[in-house]
């Protein structure tokens, strides 16, 4: 049965089956050292029926372009303050060079792939953030037009999201990249979100000093990591979008290490690799 969504809604799965779709976000911290195994190992399972979606960041590249044009910027609490300048910089960087080349190298291990940005068709509707005065131009996802990501996987492409945002007068937003995946999961009504990152996972310092990757973690435990400082940095926005989407249909977030062999089969195939973000 057709379902037609004048507005963003979330997904309604009565006609279609999400248990065998995921999204994952490929961090900016790690894209350029994905192994072509891993763009291999997505073709395989788009073979097989997999159905991912993917949201990617491109903070450094970012940074790296801003810095090329002698534009300052700054971070607050890990949001880039983002002017109007700042902002065609941010949707170049995201929207052109990193988009098309997650693309590319999807097509080029033989896997089917369209990339668009949260403004393509109103598909990442977004309000400003709270603290605007602060980072200006940054907004929160308000909907996602799921009809959108379901219609290219149905054509059998994977779905590749910048993530910038748009609100009803046309205005653009610059949206972290783990906040957008979280609220793309939550509205495809994704079972699991996997996000790719430069770590094994959420680390933990032990009493020799050592450090340990934690196999699971509870929303809970989180809340004092952070408060600890054991948390910090670009791993707080991971942990917030996880702790937001698994209120939702979301069960499970895990954080990986996108160098780790076969890391995307392995997450699902149940193995305990990476760390699992779970409701309690
Ligand atoms: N407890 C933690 N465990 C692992 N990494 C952490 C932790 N706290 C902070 N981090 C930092 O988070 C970083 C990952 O976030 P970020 O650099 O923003 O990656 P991405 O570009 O993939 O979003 C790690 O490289 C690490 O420096
Ligand atoms: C508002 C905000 O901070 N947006 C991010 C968007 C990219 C991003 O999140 O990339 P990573 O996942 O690589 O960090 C930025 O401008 O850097």
């Known amino acids: 049965m057709m379902t037609l969504m004048t507005q963003s809604e979330t997904l309604d799965t009565s006609g279609a089956d999400n248990g065998n779709m995921f999204v994952m976000k490929c961090g900016g911290s790690t894209l350029t050292a994905l192994p072509d195994s891993f763009f291999d190992d997505l073709r395989q399972l788009q073979e097989d029926g997999v159905r991912p979606v ?22 607050v609490n890990g949001l880039r303050v983002t002017t109007e300048e700042v902002l065609d910089v941010v949707e170049m960087t995201l929207s052109g060079s990193i988009n098309k080349a997650i693309v590319r190298r999807i097509q080029s291990s033989g896997g089917k792939s369209i990339g668009l940005s949260g403004v393509d068709g109103n598909l990442i509707e977004a309000a400003p953030v709270s603290n605007s005065d602060e980072v200006g131009l940054v907004g929160n996802v308000t909907g996602v037009k799921a009809e959108i990501i379901a219609g290219i996987q149905a054509l059998g492409y994977i779905p590749v999201i910048a993530p ?22 939550s509205f495809m009504q994704s079972p699991q979100m996997i996000v790719v990152t430069d770590v094994p996972g959420i680390l933990t310092t032990l009493e020799d000093g050592s450090k340990q990757v934690l196999p699971s973690v509870t929303v809970e435990q989180i809340g004092q990591m952070i408060e600890t400082g054991e948390i910090y940095g670009g791993m707080i926005p991971k942990v917030k979008a996880a702790i937001d989407c698994i209120q939702g249909s979301v069960s499970e977030v895990v954080i990986v ?24």
Do not use: C, M, W
Not at 262 to 271: D, I, S
């Open 54 to 75: 993917i949201v990617h960041g491109g903070g450094p590249a970012i940074s790296e372009n801003l810095k090329k044009l002698g534009i300052e910027s700054s971070f």
């Open 164 to 185: 910038l945002g748009i609100d009803g007068n046309g205005q653009r937003y610059n949206i972290n990249a783990d906040t957008a995946a979280g609220a793309v999961a």
């Open 257 to 280: 290490d996108g160098k780790e062999p076969g890391v995307l089969g392995r997450v699902l195939a149940g193995e305990t690799i990476g760390t699992r973000i779970i409701r309690k």
